[in-house]
C-alpha cells in the first residue's frame, strides 16, 4: 500500500460505473491504497500539490479485471491435452497427470506463472479452485495480488486430502490462516455434482452461511452432466442443487451451459451468480451459455477464463470479447451484450459475484485502488472513435502498461514489480521437462 498520494492522470477514465462512461482528461488520486478523489486533471493537481503525479499518456485507465474462475496452479499444464470431451480430458489426462504431479512445489511455481501472466494482462483479482488452497493462497500474498482461494472439496483422493472430510478439515484451517492476509480471502469449492456427495454438500451450505463466503461450484457444464445425475440421483444437477438449498446468491455457477427458460427464470429469483467461461465451454465443446438470456433476466453474469489446461490462456480481454462475440453469435442479436456490458461483466459483475461489490470493480471514490492502464496509442487501437468499443473489441492485453492493486504499482510500463519473471519462467520450463519425461499420454506432439 502506498503511503504517500499520488495522481495518475491518463488520457480516459472508464470508471465502469455508471455504465458506459468515459472521463476525458480525468484523474485519479490515491491515498492509503483506495481511491480519494475522482476529478479533472488540473483541478486535482491544483488541489493536492504535494501529490506526486504519473502522467499516463494516451492510457485509458480501467477498473482492474477480475478473472472470476481459475485453477491457477494448470498453467503448467496448458497444451497437455486439447481438443478433447470434458470427461476424456478430466479422466484420461488432467486427473492421471494431477495424481502423479500436484504438491506444494507445483502449486507455488504454478501459481507464480498464473499470477505473472494475469497481472500483465490487467487482471488484478482471480477466484480459484485448485489444491493445496494454502500455497496458492501464499503465493498470492507474497506477490500482493487480490483472491478468493477456494477450499476445494471432492470426493477424489489427492496429494492434499484423502478423504472429503480431509478436505473440509484442512480447507478449515487453511481459512483461519487466510484472516492475516489483507488481500486474500476463502470461499468453498465444491469441484461439481458429479464429484461431491450430499453429505458434503449439505456441511457447504451450513458452513458457508456460518462463515460468510461463497460457494464456487462447476455445474451444468455438458449434458451428459444432466443425464448422469438423473441416472444416480434421480434428480438434475440444479434439481438437486435446490434440495440441497444450494441455489441462492451465495452460489457461484460455473459453465451453465445447459439452461432453459424455466432455468434461467430460476436462478434470477434465487440470485445465483452465473460464471462465464467461453472459451473453455467452446473448446472442450461443452456447450454455449446462454448469457444474453440471462443479463436480460437480471442474473448477474461474470467473465473468467477457467484454468490454462482448458483455455488455453488466462487472458481477459480475449475472454472478454469471445464473450460479447459469443453472445450475438448465440442469440443471433447484434445489440446483445454490448462492448460497456461485456467490461462491467469483465469487472465490477465479478467483484459482486465475489461479495466485494462495495470494495473493487469499478473506480469510485472510496473503492480499492486496483486498476489497470491501457496503452490505446498503438497502431491497432487508433484512432480512438470509442474508448470502450476498442477495450474490447479491438485491445490486446499486450497493450496494459501498468497495474496497480490497493494503490501498488505491480505492473510498471510492463515489468512485474513483485514477482521475478525469469526465475518463475525457468521454474516452469523444468516443471515443463519433468511432465514431458513422464508422458501421462499428453498431447501427442512428436519431437525429435
Ligand atoms: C477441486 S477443483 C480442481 C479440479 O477441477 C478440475 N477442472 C479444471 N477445469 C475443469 C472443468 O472445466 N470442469 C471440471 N473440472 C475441471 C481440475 O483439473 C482439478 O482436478
Ligand atoms: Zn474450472
Redesign the pocket.
Same mark, same amino acid.
Given at each position: 500500500m502506498s503511503a504517500v498520494r499520488e495522481i495518475l492522470l491518463p488520457r480516459w477514465v472508464v470508471p465502469v460505473r455508471p455504465e458506459g462512461v468515459v472521463l476525458e482528461n480525468h484523474g485519479v488520486l490515491i491515498e492509503a491504497g483506495r481511491i480519494a478523489a475522482v476529478g479533472h486533471g488540473d483541478e486535482l493537481r491544483r488541489e493536492y500539490p504535494d501529490a506526486t503525479v504519473t502522467e499516463l499518456p494516451e492510457r485509458a485507465l480501467i477498473p482492474g479485471l477480475v478473472n472470476i @474462475?481459475t @485453477?491457477s496452479a494448470m498453467a503448467l499444464m496448458r497444451g497437455l491435452a486439447d481438443d478433447l470431451p470434458l470427461m476424456r480430458w478430466l479422466e484420461d489426462h488432467i486427473w492421471p497427470t494431477e495424481q502423479r504431479w500436484v504438491g506444494a512445489e507445483f502449486v507455488r511455481v504454478g501459481t507464480d506463472l498464473a499470477m505473472a501472466e494475469m497481472l500483465r494482462g490487467g487482471t488484478t483479482c482471480f477466484n480459484d479452485?485448485y489444491f493445496f488452497p494454502d500455497v496458492t493462497a501464499a503465493a498470492a500474498d507474497r506477490v500482493g495480488m487480490r483472491s478468493v482461494i477456494g477450499i476445494p472439496i471432492i470426493s477424489v483422493p489427492t496429494a492434499w486430502a484423502q478423504t472429503e472430510d480431509e478436505y473440509f478439515r484442512r480447507g478449515l484451517d487453511m481459512h483461519q490462516q487466510l484472516l492475516d492476509m489483507p488481500l486474500v480471502s476463502s470461499a468453498f469449492a465444491p469441484h461439481a455434482p458429479y464429484t461431491v456427495t450430499d453429505k458434503a454438500f449439505h456441511r457447504i451450505r451450513s458452513l458457508a452461511e456460518e462463515m460468510d463466503i461463497p460457494v464456487h461450484l @462447476?455445474l451444468l457444464e455438458t449434458a451428459g452432466e444432466i443425464q448422469g445425475s438423473i441416472d444416480q440421483y434421480g434428480l438434475s444437477p440444479l434439481d438437486r442443487m435446490d434440495v440441497l438449498g444450494l441455489l441462492t446468491d451465495r452460489l457461484l455457477a460455473?459453465h451453465m451451459t445447459q439452461l432453459d427458460d424455466a432455468d434461467i427464470a430460476r436462478l434470477a429469483r434465487a440470485g445465483v451468480h452465473v460464471l462465464h467461461c467461453p472459451a473453455s465451454n467452446l473448446k472442450l465443446a461443452s456447450g454455449i451459455c446462454r448469457v444474453a438470456d440471462l443479463d436480460a433476466a437480471g442474473v448477474n453474469v461474470a467473465i473468467g477464463t477457467?484454468?490454462a489446461a482448458s483455455n488455453n490462456t488466462l487472458d481477459m480481454f480475449a475472454e472478454t470479447r469471445l464473450a460479447a462475440l459469443l453472445a450475438k453469435g448465440a442469440s443471433g442479436d447484434p445489440e446483445a451484450v454490448p462492448a460497456e456490458r461485456a467490461l462491467s461483466m469483465a469487472t465490477i459483475n465479478g467483484a459482486k459475484a465475489l461479495g466485494q461489490e462495495d470494495r473493487i470493480g469499478s473506480i469510485e471514490v472510496g473503492k480499492c485502488a486496483d486498476l489497470a492502464a491501457v496503452d490505446l496509442s498503438a497502431m491497432e487501437t487508433s484512432p480512438v472513435h470509442h474508448v470502450i468499443s476498442h477495450l474490447v473489441y479491438a485491445a490486446s492485453r499486450s497493450q496494459v502498461s501498468d497495474v496497480w492493486i490497493e494503490g501498488r504499482r505491480v505492473v510498471d510500463g510492463g515489468a512485474l514489480t513483485t514477482l521475478d519473471a525469469d526465475r518463475t519462467a525457468r521454474e516452469a520450463e523444468q516443471w515443463g521437462r519433468r511432465l514431458l519425461a513422464s508422458d501421462q499420454g499428453g498431447a501427442g506432439e512428436i519431437r525429435s
Open positions: @474462475h @485453477h479452485n @462447476h460455473v477457467d484454468g
